[in-house]
T-cell receptor, first 117, second 110 residues
Framework: DAGITQSPRHKVTETGTPVTLRCHQT?????MYWYRQDPGHGLRLIHY???????DKGEVSDGYSVSRSKTEDFLLTLESATSSQTSVYFC????????????????FGSGTRLTVV | DAKTTQPPSMDCAEGRAANLPCNHS???????VYWYRQIHSQGPQYIIH???NNETNEMASLIITEDRKSSTLILPHATLRDTAVYYC???????????FGTGTSLTVIP
């Protein structure tokens, strides 16, 4: 998607290894998000960031950490990958709250398919 | 923590209007309703959003009940390319968070 890229697109890793997924944006948006998507669960929020070095937990944050050292990059790290973290991971960006009625909506990346074996 | 309820699946004949319902009975006064759709395994795409007035854009119309406890997304002339999973979302102002439920899988039938 224009303005947001995720890397890698696909990754297979072994249980217990660390994994880092990268989300890069060129829109200079304040907000960035990480979601995971699994069958039967839709998209679930893992972590989000509302500025450089400002992050907070979402609904399924256990086993994940994030970092945002500059506006354009938001990293998601699985410190010790488990099979339950096999999923498709989506990054999203948003300009954030503006005037009433503004579209605060998200732009999503193309996703990273992670398989933990 | 999804705050919306949608039927899991719906069918619609090609060329007819598709009406997708959503219940959000616990919505707060300052929370907007957003609709996104996801085609295959792509990232979700924005469709439309609203607070309390009906809204229309080039893709769809959004009808929100007066008590704001439910809404309906209308695709006026469904095409095969509208086959997708449609998510109704209430935006949480803190952190601009969007909590997706499991959505409605719409199948447009030729």
């Amino acid at each position: 998607d224009a303005g947001i890229t995720q890397s890698p697109r696909h990754k297979v890793t072994e249980t217990g290894t660390p994994v880092t997924l990268r989300c890069h944006q060129t829109e200079n948006h304040r907000y960035m998000y990480w979601y995971r998507q699994d069958p039967g669960h839709g998209l679930r929020l893992i972590h989000y960031s509302y500025g450089v070095k400002d992050t907070d937990k979402g609904e399924v944050s256990d086993g994940y950490s994030v970092s945002r050292s500059k506006t354009e990059d938001f990293l998601l790290t699985l410190e010790s990958a488990t099979s339950s973290q096999t999923s498709v991971y989506f990054c999203a960006i948003s300009a954030g709250p503006g005037r009433a009625g503004d579209n605060y909506g998200y732009t999503f990346g193309s996703g990273t398919r992670l398989t933990v074996v | 923590d999804a705050k919306t309820t949608q039927p899991p699946s719906m069918d619609c004949a090609e060329g007819r209007a598709a009406n997708l319902p959503c219940n959000h009975s616990t919505i707060s006064g300052n929370e907007y309703v957003y609709w996104y759709r996801q085609i295959h395994s792509q990232g979700p795409q924005y469709i439309i959003h609203g607070l309390k007035n009906n809204e229309t854009n080039e893709m769809a119309s959004l009808i929100i009940t007066e008590d704001r406890k439910s809404s309906t997304l209308i695709l006026p002339h469904a095409t095969l390319r509208d086959t997708a999973v449609y998510y109704c979302i209430v935006r949480v102002p803190t952190g601009n968070q969007f909590y997706f439920g499991t959505g409605t899988s719409l199948t447009v039938i030729p």
